[in-house]
């Protein structure tokens, strides 16, 4: 299966950023594209796609939704970044709303699209997750939430082997969206982590990976996509000596 063969899709965290430009691209495919988010007049904006103004922390709507649908892609990209600062410092209503959103609402999502998708042995499901899932980040509450997503990703190929259900997961690094706007409260915290002083990536960017591995041969499974600004890099050396030793 690939693209072409595909007919409905389910994008989550459609109304913004990266889930808008996938929901987008999508539909220029000639997918029907149903376009999950909590922002109603943000969503009206997502011309050719059937908009559901809907949390998806509130699982017994989304697996209603989800499960009527029949959808051949599901598109997992739905996720905040609150608490992203000192995990010593967080709030626990943060903590909490980034774990639910980018976890807990995520597997309910993929197991609401099994079971059709079993029954008719054909599906992708694309988890939009982070390289701070792959690499340390200092950030432990949003780390956490994307390394699940990681493992989810990679425990769902084995789980879904021989029934013809596909499984990527999309790795971005440093993206131009609206994340840390919703991310953190404290205006100098913010802007500071806005500028990164770099040409960013843009969600077009992560659309066209995302379409990538749905166009791939019937035979290719695309595990993983890592992609991050050719001006960003991961990894290195550091050493912080202890000031009172």
Same mark, same amino acid.
């Given at each position: ?17 990266? /889930? ?17 988010? =909590? ?27 989800? /499960? ?93 082997? /021989?029934? /013809?259900? =596909? ?6 690094? =440093? ?16 802007? =500071? ?53």
């Amino acid at each position: 299966m690939s693209l072409s063969d595909y007919q409905t899709a389910a994008v989550t965290g459609a109304s913004s950023g990266i /889930g808008a430009a996938v929901a987008h691209a999508l539909s220029r495919r000639g997918l029907k594209v149903h376009a999950i988010a =909590r922002r109603e007049d943000r969503l009206a904006q997502q011309t050719g796609c059937v908009i559901h103004a809907l949390d998806i922390r509130e699982t017994e709507a989304l697996v209603a939704l989800l /499960g009527s649908l029949k959808v051949d892609v599901l598109v997992n990209n739905a996720g905040v970044g609150r608490g992203f600062g000192s995990l010593a410092d967080a709030d626990p209503i943060d903590i909490d709303c980034t774990l639910d959103t980018n976890v807990r609402a995520a597997v309910h999502a993929v197991r609401a699209v099994l079971p059709s998708m079993i029954e008719r042995g054909t599906g992708h499901i694309v988890n939009v997750g982070s390289m701070a899932g792959l690499y340390p980040l200092s950030s432990a509450v949003y780390g956490a939430s994307k390394g699940a997503l990681h493992v989810l990703s990679m425990d769902l190929r084995l789980e879904l082997q /021989g029934t /013809g259900i =596909r499984v990527t997961e999309i790795c971005p690094g =440093r993206v131009r969206t609206e994340f840390y706007d919703a991310a953190l409260d404290h205006p100098k915290e913010r802007q =500071r982590a806005k500028d990164s002083g770099i040409e960013e990536l843009t969600s077009e960017d992560i659309a066209a990976s995302v379409i990538y591995a749905l166009d791939a041969p019937w035979r290719v499974n695309v595990n993983r996509i890592e992609l991050q600004p050719t001006e960003q890099i991961y990894g290195g050396l550091q050493f912080t000596p202890r000031e009172s030793r």
